[in-house]
C-alpha cells in the first residue's frame, strides 16, 4: 500500500503559528517572499522521519533514507533560548500515522542545548516514523572550485541501466546532442554522481548540471529502493530546497514535466521551495492539479505568515512575488498573444483562415524560422507563452505541444493555395472580380515546378494580390469549401489562448 504525507499542522515555529498545510501526492511547491519560513517547512518535514539501513542506502552517499534537523537549521541561543519549548507540530500520513514533534532548551548542557523530540502513535513513543525521505538541502549548491579534497571516483562500476535511464531524463530536461555518463564525486559537502561527457568531467559542471544531477541520483535512489523492497515498498518523499536555483525557465518547466512523471512512477512526494513564476504558473494547469499543489506563504508582518491553499488565483501569487498592484495582472490578461509562423507565406494564411474574434486577440509576427528551430525552441520551453503555428507539412518531423498548432492540409501553404484555385470552377463568381483575374489568367500563371519551394513562393507573393485585401475572397471561398477544418484550426487556436491566458 502506498503511504504518503498527508499534512502539517504547526502549532508554533518561530514566526509560524497555527498552519494547516496540505500536500500533493506528487508534486508539492512551496512559495512565498523571503524570510516567510519556507525551508523551516522542509526542515520540519523531513526531521521527523528515518528508515532502517538494512532496508537500504540511497544511491549516491551511501547513507540512509533520513535527514537530521542539525542539517536543516539551528537555533540561536541569544535570540531563541526557551522559546523552543512552545515549538509544537504535527504530521499525518495517509495510513493514519502520526508524528508529534517538539523542541526542549536546556541550559544545563552546553553540548546539546537544543534537542528535539519525535513520537509517533503515543506520544511517549519518542521514535521517528519509518518513512524514506532524502533530503536536498543549499549545501548542493557550494561551488566546486571551493570544495576541499574533492575526489572523483573513476574506478566505481558502471551501471548500464543508471547510465541509461540518467541520460534520458538528463537530455528530456537540458537537450544536448552530447552522450552523458557519469562519475562519483565526493567532496566536504557533496557525494553524489555527477555527469560527465566526453569534453568534460565532474570539475567542469555548471551548476545547473551538478544541481540536476543530484536531483536524478535521488530520484534514482527511490528507484532502487522499490526494485530492492518489491511488495514491501510504501513510497517516500524526496525534499528539496530552492529547487529552481541555477535551471533557466525552460528547464524549470521540464524539470516539473519529468518530476510529476517520475513520482507516480515510483511512489514519491516531491515537495520543495521555489521562487520561479514558470514552476507555479505550469503547475497550475490542469495536467499537474490532481495530484500536485502549490503552497503560498504570505508574509502580512514580520510576526504573521499566511497559507494560501493552492485554489487561490495563480495570478495572485505571481503579483505578491513580484510586488505588483493586480490591476497590472488584469491588464496583462488582455494583452495580445503573439503568433510565429514558418515565413510570411504562412502568416498570410493563418490570417486568411483566423476568425475576426481570434484576430482581435493575436499579434502575428513576420519572422523566418524553419521547422526544426521550432522544434528545438518548443523542447526548451522557451515559447510557452506564445502560439506557433507550423504549415501542414510539418506533422511529421515534429511532436505536438500545448502552444502549437498546424495549418491545415498536408502541404505547405503555397501549394495548398494554388491547389483550392484549382477546384474552384471557372464560372465561380470568385473569378468575376474586378481586377480581371479569371480561371484563365490562374492556369496561365501557375508555377508548374511545384516542388521547387522558391519559385513557389515567387508565384505566391505574386498572385496573392489578386485574392481581395489580406485574400479575403479567397479565404471566404476557402472556408466554404473547407468548413470542418477551418472550425478545427480556430477551435485549435481558441483552447491555445485560454491555455496561455491561464
Known amino acids: 500500500m502506498n503511504t504518503q504525507i498527508n499534512s502539517l499542522k504547526i502549532k508554533q515555529f518561530r514566526h509560524l503559528k497555527d498552519l494547516n498545510i496540505e500536500f500533493g501526492s506528487r508534486i508539492t511547491a512551496i512559495a512565498g517572499t523571503n524570510g516567510t519560513g519556507k525551508s523551516s517547512l522542509l526542515g520540519l518535514i523531513a526531521g521527523a522521519f528515518a528508515f532502517d539501513k538494512t532496508k537500504g542506502l540511497t544511491l549516491f552517499n551511501k547513507k540512509s533514507f533520513s535527514a537530521d534537523f542539525s542539517e536543516i537549521f539551528t537555533f540561536s541561543q541569544k535570540k531563541e533560548g526557551e522559546k523552543v519549548n512552545l515549538y509544537k507540530y504535527e504530521i499525518s500520513l495517509s495510513d493514519g500515522q502520526k508524528a508529534f514533534g517538539g523542541f526542549r532548551y536546556s541550559a544545563s ?17 519518542k521514535k521517528k516514523i519509518q518513512f524514506p525521505i532524502i533530503y536536498l538541502g543549499l549545501r548542493r549548491f557550494f561551488p566546486l572550485a571551493q570544495e576541499t579534497n574533492p575526489r572523483i571516483n573513476t574506478t566505481r562500476r558502471q551501471d548500464s541501466e543508471y547510465r541509461n535511464w540518467f541520460e534520458k531524463y538528463y537530455k528530456a530536461i537540458f537537450p544536448t546532442e552530447k552522450i552523458i555518463n557519469y562519475e562519483n564525486y565526493k567532496s566536504e559537502n557533496k557525494n553524489f554522481l555527477s555527469v560527465i561527457t566526453d569534453d568534460y568531467d565532474s570539475y567542469g559542471s555548471s551548476a545547473g548540471q551538478d544541481n540536476l544531477s543530484q536531483i536524478l541520483s535521488a530520484i534514482y535512489s527511490f528507484k532502487k529502493l522499490k526494485d530492492q523492497l518489491g511488495d514491501e515498498y510504501f513510497g517516500g518523499a524526496l525534499i528539496i530546497d ?76 505571481v503579483a505578491d512575488l513580484r510586488h505588483r498592484i493586480r490591476a497590472k495582472a488584469a491588464a496583462a490578461k488582455n494583452k495580445k498573444i503573439m503568433v510565429l509562423c514558418e515565413d510570411d507565406e504562412a502568416v498570410f494564411v493563418a490570417k486568411g483562415i483566423s476568425n475576426s474574434k481570434i484576430k482581435k486577440q493575436l499579434e502575428f509576427k513576420k519572422v523566418t524560422l524553419g521547422c526544426a528551430n521550432y522544434k528545438q525552441l518548443l523542447e526548451r520551453g522557451i515559447l510557452f507563452d506564445k502560439l506557433v503555428v507550423l504549415d501542414g507539412d510539418a506533422k511529421s518531423e515534429i511532436d505536438n505541444y500545448k502552444n502549437l498548432v498546424f495549418l491545415p492540409g498536408a502541404k505547405r501553404p503555397e501549394n495548398m493555395i494554388m491547389d483550392f484555385l484549382d477546384t474552384i470552377p471557372a464560372t465561380d463568381d470568385f473569378w468575376k472580380s474586378e481586377n480581371r483575374y479569371t480561371k484563365q489568367m490562374f492556369l496561365a500563371r501557375k508555377e508548374p515546378e511545384i516542388s521547387d519551394r522558391k519559385k513557389m513562393k515567387n508565384w505566391f507573393n505574386r498572385e496573392r494580390t489578386c485574392w481581395g485585401w489580406g485574400g479575403k475572397r479567397l479565404f471566404d471561398n476557402w472556408k466554404i469549401d473547407n468548413k470542418q477544418e477551418s472550425e478545427r484550426f480556430n477551435q485549435a487556436i481558441e483552447q491555445i489562448i485560454t491555455t496561455i491566458r491561464k
Do not use: M, W
Request: aromatic residues 10%.
Open 109 to 125: 548542557d552546553k553540548r546539546r542545548l537544543f534537542r528535539i523530540d519525535i513520537s509517533s502513535g503515543d506520544k511517549k513513543d
Open 242 to 317: 530552492e529547487i529552481d536555483v541555477s535551471f533557466y525557465p525552460g528547464a524549470q518547466i521540464n524539470l516539473i514535466k519529468y518530476l510529476h512523471r517520475l513520482a507516480g512512477e515510483f511512489n514519491l512526494q516531491i515537495i520543495f521551495t521555489t521562487h520561479s513564476l514558470e514552476i507555479l504558473e505550469s503547475l497550475s494547469h490542469k495536467d499537474y492539479k490532481p495530484h500536485s499543489k502549490y503552497v503560498f506563504l504570505e508574509k502580512i508582518s514580520d510576526d504573521i505568515i499566511l497559507y494560501k491553499k493552492e485554489g487561490q488565483d495563480i495570478e495572485k501569487i
